[in-house]
């Protein structure tokens, strides 16, 4: 003890003894110290971990029956709603009504309502365009060739043909809000063949 140390106070009555462990409340720290980063050695795996399965907000989600029965309603209304705006605004993309189910029917492979659905509305999308295209020809060589009343003969039968049409599609909509399946009798030839039946 050198002459410029202070003097040295006695243990107080609070102060612990010496050697003994710190209280409780001090033994630990919070937040914990960061432990800084890994050595070098440890900071690379090989091979790297299998991850395991996705935690489940990111696994995929398998299609509730409600779900199935919006998108089939869909293939009928989206087909439905491109033809009545063909009609309306445009009339060359009328004859395009029939990508709504055909995108709806190869997007859901797995879903027997969807594709049973999407499938009808196609038939009935592509018979439209056959008879639509058809009844145009017919009716402008009945025009040509002075038959004016069968032209227009066609063009009412065309006409009753996309009423019986539409009023199919909405059925076929309705029908598919409550998950049960429809198929188009009156207004839609079997190009592609139903897979679900």
């Known amino acids: 003890m050198t002459s410029q140390d202070p003097p040295r106070q006695p243990p107080g009555p609070d102060d612990p003894p010496p050697g003994a462990q710190p209280p409780p409340w001090q033994q630990y720290q919070y937040p914990p110290p960061y432990p ?44 439905l709603l491109v033809w009545l705006a063909g009609l309306v605004v ?59 009343i069968l032209a227009v003969l066609i063009v009412l039968a065309a006409i009753g043909f996309g009423v019986a049409r539409a009023v199919g599609g909405i059925i076929g909509a309705v029908k598919a809000y409550h998950g049960e399946r429809y198929t188009y009798i009156w207004a839609a030839f079997h190009f592609i063949r139903d897979d679900t039946a």
């Open 90 to 148: 445009f009339a060359p993309l009328s004859l395009f009504s029939f990508v709504v189910p055909l995108v709806i029917r190869s997007s859901n492979p797995g879903d027997f309502l969807v594709r049973h659905h999407a499938t009808q509305s196609l038939n009935s999308c592509l018979t439209g365009l056959v008879v639509g295209l058809g009844a145009i020809l017919a009716a402008a060589i009945a025009f040509v060739g002075s038959g004016f």
């Open 36 to 79: 800084g980063p890994p050595p070098p050695w440890q900071q690379y795996q090989y091979p790297p971990p299998y991850p395991g399965p996705p935690p489940p907000w990111q696994a995929p989600v398998p299609p509730t029956p409600a779900t199935s029965a919006n998108t089939a309603m869909w293939a009928h209304l989206g087909a």
